[in-house]
């Protein structure tokens, strides 16, 4: 399950650049991960240009590029997953081609949907001073794995414990509400901790993990005082973690 690839990853295209338009017809079905439905004509739809794969090399660099098309929320969750090298939206008016074609209310809306990405996202980050995180690492296998809460949002990061921070894969999850959020956070740490990985270090209000860390202490036969050495060396690592985090 914690494998690096994901099947998001593994048959995802790279993304040339992203474009905005109204569906033309009602022929093509969103790509997102989750739906696969078709867009209604005169909807708004969000497209990433990327390379067509059989359209022969010899061809023209304009003939081998297509778009693929997605409901605006399916792109939302799209741009939720993946490693930081992942090309993003970050600023709708220069990223979005044709944005300014769109109807005044459209632009608004989606500038309101991309601001609210940003602050999702700012609230979950490694220094935010709400969120609480748990971290986790499998000594065995060399990989670690992260979730931070705040509010009823959460973000998963995971990767090897070698490679570079910008090779992690990243995952935020926004829930109906903060329990949802929070049975999500707990449930995911039990998983993980079944699954031979061991908590490291954890911020914030420890009363979200309190039983879970109740569990790991009873089954474990490691002395308390390798638990804190341990700590030790996860909370050496932190920084550099957050620090590439920081730029974003
Ligand atoms: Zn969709």
Known sequence: ???????????ESITISFGCDYAKSSNAKCH???????????TLRLSRLIRNPFIPQSSTREEQLMP????VPCM????????????????????????????KKDQD????????????QGNLSETSSTANTTYLEHDEQKKYW???????????????????DSDAIILYKEFSNQSEAKTYYQTKIKEKLKGGYTLKKQTGDTTNTDNLIG????????????????????TRKQPTRSASMRKK
């Open 1 to 11: 399950m914690a494998s690096k690839t994901t099947a998001d990853d593994s048959d």
């Open 32 to 42: 997102g991960k989750s739906c696969e439905n078709e867009i209604s004509k005169g």
């Open 68 to 71: 693929v098309y997605y409901h």
């Open 76 to 103: 939302i969750n799209y741009l939720r997953t993946g490693n930081e090298k992942k090309k993003r939206i970050t600023d709708v008016t220069n990223d979005l081609q044709g944005f300014t074609d769109l109807k």
């Open 109 to 120: 809306r989606l500038k309101k949907l991309f601001n609210y990405e940003e602050k999702l």
């Open 146 to 164: 992260q979730i931070s809460i705040e509010n009823r949002s959460t973000k998963t990061k995971y990767g090897l414990l070698n490679e570079p």
């Open 215 to 234: 569990i790991k202490r009873k089954r474990a036969s490691t002395p308390a005082k390798r638990t804190k050495k341990q700590a030790t060396i996860a």
